[in-house]
């Protein structure tokens, strides 16, 4: 399988890159970046797993494109300090937009992982622009919030002491990728009255989780790291699935119409376009979304989510009008 990974020569595009050509289910590793991108593929180049890795300069983005069956994002400006990711919005949604739009051109049957922030108006960038070129596929189109996932199952470890690896089974994350749209859900029912001292605190680390990098950093640089494991991890599912294994339960932000139990979803949240939840995958592809997670909510949860939609609203209307060509 080809993977090519747009913005491989950035902070998090070079620890992406790396943990790609890791993974066995890669045969082609396509690394695309305005600058740099031929360095990097040639030091990658050098490790001994059998795929292929070759990069291409700016204005080779068609060769980099065709052919691949995903097609990951990180392309973008990083956060600096007091930065938001909506303040990232105006420089990252015209680098999203080209992307797109060249995806559209070369690779329009493949599977598009967004990572550039801010996600919650990246991923309506993407649908839109797809819609208006015919080529949309909406369960195609997927916004990479593992990084939550990632900082929810770690965080929740420390403040009950349990074991990291298996923290993936107790605690999930909805909603959508920035500040209070974030909301951990936990899974497992019986670790709520032990969490209950922590509770504020956990819920408030995980949705500014970035926060703490960017402070510990010293406005030197963002979640990069911890970013590419999460892109990794997540662009691993999609494979996985490509390859025939069913895969379930993975939270994404998606375009809720036109993917099944999405309406259902828009009608039980009041109407939101896109949302992040677990979702099945088959053949790659989001084919249905997991709306059961919903239903288990506790009355802390239910309010998170009240606030988490409000927020997304003007989030993803952003995002849809930069897309149409509105002048923000």
Request: aromatic fraction near 6%; hydrophobic fraction near 40%; proline fraction near 5%.
């Amino acid at each position: 399988m080809k993977v090519a990974i747009v913005g491989a020569s950035g902070g998090i595009g070079q620890p992406l890159s790396l943990l790609m050509k890791l993974d066995p289910l890669v045969t082609e590793l396509s690394l695309y970046d305005v600058r740099s991108a031929p360095g990097v593929a040639q030091d990658l180049s050098h490790i001994s797993t059998n795929s292929v890795c070759q990069g291409f300069e700016k204005e080779e983005i068609a060769k980099a494109l065709q052919g691949a069956h995903v097609v990951i994002v990180p392309a973008g400006v990083p956060r600096k300090p007091g930065m938001t990711r909506d303040d990232l919005f105006k420089i990252n949604a015209s680098i999203v937009k080209g992307i797109v739009t060249s995806m559209g051109q070369y690779a329009p049957q493949a599977r598009l992982l967004i990572i550039s922030n801010p996600v919650n108006s990246t991923v309506p960038i993407a649908v839109e622009t797809l819609k208006s070129m015919g080529k949309l596929q909406p369960g195609n189109v997927m916004g990479v919030t593992t990084l939550d996932c990632v900082r929810a199952e770690t965080f929740l470890a420390e403040y009950l002491g349990r074991d990291k690896s298996e923290c993936n089974k107790d605690v999930s994350v909805i909603g959508g990728h920035s500040g209070n749209t974030i909301v951990p859900v936990l899974l497992n029912s019986t670790l709520r009255e032990k969490l209950k001292p922590y509770y504020q605190e956990f819920v408030h680390r995980v949705q500014f989780g970035g926060d703490e990098v960017v402070k510990a950093k010293a406005g030197a640089g963002s979640a990069t790291l911890s970013m590419a494991f999460a892109g990794y991890r997540f662009a691993n599912s999609i494979l996985r699935s490509l390859s025939g294994e069913k895969v379930s339960g993975v939270p994404t932000f998606v375009y809720l119409s036109g993917i099944n139990g999405g309406p259902e979803v828009k009608s039980k949240l009041g109407n939101v376009e896109y949302f992040s939840l677990p979702v099945f995958l088959s053949n790659g592809t989001v084919s249905k979304v997991d709306l059961s997670i919903l239903s288990s909510l506790s009355s802390q949860e239910k309010e998170l989510v009240k606030d988490s939609v409000r927020q997304l609203a003007s989030n993803i209307e952003k995002g849809k009008k930069f897309a149409l060509g509105a002048k923000l």
